[in-house]
């Protein structure tokens, strides 16, 4: 990490993600986290009609053209080694929610985790599952170093996924969010590798 010059270099070098395939995780209870294909393009128009994911994703999807090119951009976002977004899913059947990383940065060492899941897989503890999974994957077999989670101080159940993932309360961000209701303040949660779990 550490160069002949003294100055720090790439936490991870480039091509540990664009050299490979994107993984499929397990997941307790029969799930998975696998990548998004072309046939979950249904889910990401459920998604984009759901309130709690519009607001609190931000994401919406107008078409089924609109949901295809946006699983096109996932699987060019990882060759371009900047975001890692997995599908939730039993194994052969459809995506029932999203996590991944999105803002990765190899040569800082850092990424932001993001998170839906479809109202029918709620109440079932999976986004902490996912982001457990997702936090191994991403210091253990890529190598980052600070991992954030954040989200607005209005949605309690986010809050409480980060607390069960094991991501420590940093602080508060001010204005940091644009909703159609104004501005809201986020907080800031992080995992730094070897915290405890
Ligand atoms: C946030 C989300 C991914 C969590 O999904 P999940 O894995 O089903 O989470 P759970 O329902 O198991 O809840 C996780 C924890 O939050 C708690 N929780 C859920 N809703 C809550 C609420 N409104 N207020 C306070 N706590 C809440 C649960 O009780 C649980 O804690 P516990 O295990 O100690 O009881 C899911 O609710 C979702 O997709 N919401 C809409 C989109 C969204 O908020 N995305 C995140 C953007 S940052």
Redesign the pocket.
């Known amino acids: 990490m550490i160069s002949d010059n003294g100055i720090p270099g790439d936490v991870v070098p480039a091509g540990r993600m664009a050299g490979g395939e994107q993984p499929v995780l397990a997941l307790p209870g029969g799930l998975q986290l696998r990548p998004w294909r072309s046939d979950d393009a249904e889910t990401l128009l459920t998604a984009g009609q ?1 309130p ?2 519009r ?3 931000r994401f919406t999807v107008g078409s089924r053209e609109e949901a295809c090119a946006r699983i096109e951009r996932m699987h060019a976002r990882w060759r371009a080694e900047i975001a890692a977004i997995w599908a939730i899913a039993r194994p052969d059947g459809p995506a029932v ?1 999203l996590c991944g990383w999105g803002d990765i940065d190899l040569h800082g060492g850092s990424a932001e985790i ?6 029918e ?10 982001t457990r999974r997702l936090t191994q994957w991403a210091f253990d077999d890529l190598g980052l170093h600070r991992l954030r ?4 101080v209005a ?7 980060a607390e ?1 993932a094991g991501y420590t309360y940093e602080g508060t961000q001010r204005s940091a969010l644009l909703h159609s209701d104004g501005w809201h303040d986020q907080h800031l949660h992080a995992r730094v590798a070897g915290d405890a779990g």
């Open positions: 759901d709690a994911i607001t609190w994703n929610g993001l998170y839906w899941l479809l109202p897989a709620r109440g079932g503890g999976i986004a902490v599952e996912a989670l954040c989200h607005s949605n309690p159940a986010s809050c409480r996924v069960k």
